[in-house]
Structure formats: C-alpha cells, structure tokens
T-cell receptor, first 111, second 118 residues
Framework: DQQVKQNSPSLSVQEGRISILNCDYT??????FLWYKKYPAEGPTFLIS?????DKNEDGRFTVFLNKSAKHLSLHIVPSQPGDSAVYFC??????????FGTGTSLTVIP | DGGITQSPKYLFRKEGQNVTLSCEQN?????MYWYRQDPGQGLRLIYY???????QKGDIAEGYSVSREKKESFPLTVTSAQKNPTAFYLC?????????????????FGDGTRLSIL
C-alpha cells in the first residue's frame, strides 16, 4: 500500500506564478520529509527537506510546508521559472532509514 | 567531482539470464540503496546497505541480489527469478542515520539504468 501519495500526476503553471505541489502520507511515524526534482534520463536531485519538528522550511524560491495533523506536505515554488519544469517527488522516512517515495508530479512552467 | 555513477545506461536481458547493474560512489557515504521505478509508480526500494558486508531487503527484493564488498560499490544482480525486470533502476547513497535530529540527510542518486527484456 502506498504510504506516500501524490494525487496530481501533472501541473501546469504560467511563468512567474506560484506552483504548489502536494503530497499526503499515511504513516504518522514519518519524521523526515524531502522533495526531489527529476529531469528526463537523469536521477532525482535533492531539492529541500523538512523534519517533523518544523512546519515550514524555505530555501530561496522553494518553501516546504508540513501539516502533521493532516499528514500533508506541500512544496511552493515562487516565482515559477521554465527551468523548474520537471517531475517532483516527495519522500518520507522514519528513523530506520528507509525512504518511501510518492509517484511524482510532472510540473510544466509555461513561458 | 563527487557523485554516483551507474552503468550501463541501457541494458538488455535475455530470458533466463542474470544481469548485473553497477553502482559506484565517491562521496564517502556509508549507506547505499537500489530502487526500481515503473511507470505511474514511485520509487520502490529493492535493497539497501548501511555498512560494508551488510545489506537488508527492501519492499521488493524477490528476484534480486546485491553485495557490498567495498564502501564505494553496491552492484545489483537481476536474476532470472525476477519475472518482470523491465524498469528504470536507480542507485542512491547517503550518510548513515545516526542521529534523527540531523536536519539534512538527502540521498544522492545516480542517473539510472534502464533494463529491458529482449
């Protein structure tokens, strides 16, 4: 059973606007969450992370929000740029070191 | 530059054949992982290793085998017992979890190997 879910397979956003990618999880023991970005024919690259002791983490144009009560994670990209077009995966883990990945959301930023 | 190298990029397997996918890292990471990606699915963990000469099964280990004789290398063998091997395989590495309070322990990924059946 999928413990980390990304229910939107794709998202299109105009350049300069905000992109919001969502992720839900079922395991309340998850204490570390990450977002990865993946271009075609390449491996995922780490984007931003958040631990369960926080509810927000910012890095430049990227902000991750964590709502533990709702078991919901979101990634905000502001402003969106054409180079942000990629597949975004969320992932979660608990202490024992195994990561669980969502199915990915393909973001297209339209110039 | 430090990183993870997977080879080959494309691999073809005949029925009944074992094939081995290579993964090498020079990041001095303790932990290494193998994932499989199928269309419409997330990355699923096949095997992982936290230290040399030790490895654990992930969620879909059946039909696969690994070895960890050196810290830098974590090859994956897709055996003939794996009946549906066509997929994109990703290797990753990370520093070992030794303190859950650490705020940033991402996995670094290679560029993957695409395995197909002839």
């Amino acid at each position: 059973d999928q413990q980390v879910k990304q229910n939107s397979p794709s998202l299109s956003v105009q350049e300069g606007r905000i992109s919001i990618l969502n992720c839900d999880y079922t395991n309340s023991m998850f204490d570390y969450f990450l977002w990865y970005k993946k271009y075609p024919a390449e491996g995922p690259t780490f984007l931003i992370s958040i631990s369960s002791i926080k509810d927000k983490n910012e890095d430049g144009r990227f902000t991750v929000f964590l709502n533990k009560s709702a078991k919901h994670l979101s990634l905000h990209i502001v402003p969106s740029q054409p180079g942000d077009s990629a597949v975004y995966f969320c992932a979660a883990s608990e202490y024992r070191n195994q990561f669980y990945f969502g199915t990915g959301t393909s973001l297209t930023v339209i110039p | 530059d430090g990183g993870i190298t997977q080879s080959p990029k494309y691999l073809f397997r005949k029925e009944g054949q074992n094939v081995t996918l290579s993964c090498e890292q020079n990041l001095n990471h303790d932990a290494m992982y193998w994932y499989r990606q199928d269309p419409g699915q997330g990355l699923r963990l096949i095997y992982y290793s936290q230290i040399v000469n030790d490895f654990q099964k992930g969620d879909i280990a059946e039909g696969y085998s690994v070895s960890r004789e050196k810290k830098e290398s974590f090859p994956l063998t897709v055996t003939s017992a794996q009946k549906n091997p066509t997929a994109f395989y990703l290797c990753a590495s990370s520093i070992k979890f030794n303190d859950w309070g650490l705020s940033n322990q991402p996995q670094h990924f290679g560029d993957g190997t695409r395995l197909s059946i002839l």
